[in-house]
């Protein structure tokens, strides 16, 4: 399984909106055929293995295949691999993790289990969850995955009071955050950050087939076309002021306009964004805001993990990393579990997720 | 060398102010004897040693010694331990660190090489330089080595603008927080931290020997006789503020009031306070302090090191775990490095250490 995985991650960047999937086949410890699901509209995993062992003129009859995810049992873009899976007559089959669709989980292994295949499930579940966290969300609460990366002093400042905030982190810290940048569906800002850095959003520091979206939160629709993030790909642009003649001049620039009004004056209904984003096939978004917008995003309830860049220096009165309300009691803060904690050049990385978001994905993909 | 560090680790809180040593005596991969510096007045690690492998009716002529520093060459409370060792007719000596004190930095050594014995110098000199920082501190610059701890979110607040501080962090990071108490010399705290929290800054979660002094700023000297941390064992109260009528009254509380002030009106000079300390032999000071003297003592340039524990919880508007100037240039603020990144409990443990001052350290402990 653990094999199964490595080969999930080497399409870390291309089968979106499908989840990252690899499969195994083995027989006496050894290895018939692997593979990885392909784009969209290409072989799943399980198909990619058994072509692999057919190239290799191997039988896979009676075999064990590994697969990171439940094989599927209905028709998408391709047949159900649940059928060819059949069609090989495995000896039995170990699953990491269900399809998380609570309409669909357990379908494909109730299938293989009425064939007689004998099957196991849940081994290395956390790490194949981890791979498809955004899949998994959208497909059992219809909004993707969405982790906030911060970048501050140990004392939790992002920027001096004059503005100034290149480079708190080193450029370790800086390729790391563009690998997470590169698995994203969407890259999300917001219009501060616009204004302040005119950021182009692109990942630079890793190679990819694939730029993610961007997007941006912009409540009264400011912003400008010549920001640098128009360059020609689709941008949405996220408002809650309904002007349709800025966005005719937004929509020359390939920026698509879409008007989510929250409750509150000028500010975008952000679940609603989020919920938007899922029926757009979004597993996946990567937010690099200032403090207001990632303040907004944790006070909503939208941030499911944290993606902290701490960089060895005290910078007492200077800008902080993130804009929340006043509390009067402790237990009233929203507490995460640190789940990773790694130097990346001078610099460390803490990743945060709220314990609550991964139980519940947990037990959506949780196979039955 | 390394179960010679070892054993200079079991004798973490009961060698002050002499440095933490070990000896392990080896001939032909087995161990003769072993030991670790005993308390002032007693037998330094290479004796303890040699009276190990005494007892054990060993002869160790000819055996490699392995000492995490260089054997004391000069009479202090016991009489040199290089006449010791060449008595014993080592066949070589390894050496960690040579003694930090410029003035004797090599002595020992060049003893045993004018009779003719083997010596290696450096191996593991970073570790054993940890062990006896404080030590090489006082010795070569005529201060202590001095960390600040701080407890805050990951935004870097260590307290709601209510006062409520209690508890960000969790139970493990206290207790690992009352360790590097433990192991200090002097526990420092501001007059702010006195007024909010009344802390009595003994050491609880670890068993230790002896507690380590407790002292506090307090440069205008307003300090309770009844602050709970007066509980009867000497307490070194740092003022600015000459009030021979006070200083009576907190001595009856066996406060010890020394003034020293700073240029600036009501504000201790705390170089000359960590001067004053370093001649009452203070190897080693552990500050738990406020927003206020941290950052003081960071302007200063006082801090060696940092030990930083984040709780996983954003807080967003509330009190700075610390006070700095603000800078116009970030080229300006003073970078430390990451040497651990170490999850604690719930928590994370930082620690930072200035650079230079490390290099200093490594400087006048490298074995001439």
Sequence with gaps: MRHALDLA?????????????????????????????????????????????????????????????????????????????LAAAPGRVVVAMGDPNPQVNGAGLARLRAQGVPVTTGVCLPEALALNAGFAARMSRGMPWLWAKTAASLDGRSALHNGMSQWITGPAARADGHAWRARADVVLTGMGTVQKDDPRLTVRDVAVPRQPRKAVVDGRLQISESARLFDGEEVWVFTAHDDPVKAERLRRRNARVIVLPGPEPGRVDLHAMLRWMARQHVNEVHVEAGAGLTGALLSAGCVDEILAYIAPVLLGDAYAMVKLPMLSDLADARRFEFIDALPIGGDVRLRGRFADRWQALLSAANPR
Tied chains: 1, 2.
């Design 9 to 85: 991650r080497t399409v870390l960047h291309t089968t979106s909106p499908n989840p990252r999937v690899g499969c195994v086949i083995v027989r006496d410890g050894l290895i018939l055929g692997e593979g990885a699901t392909q784009p969209p509209g290409g072989p799943h995993a399980e198909i990619c293995a058994l072509r692999d062992a057919a190239a290799r003129g191997l039988s896979v009859t009676g075999a064990t295949f590994y697969v990171t995810l439940e094989p599927c049992s209905h028709f998408g873009r391709t047949p159900p691999c649940v059928d060819a899976v």
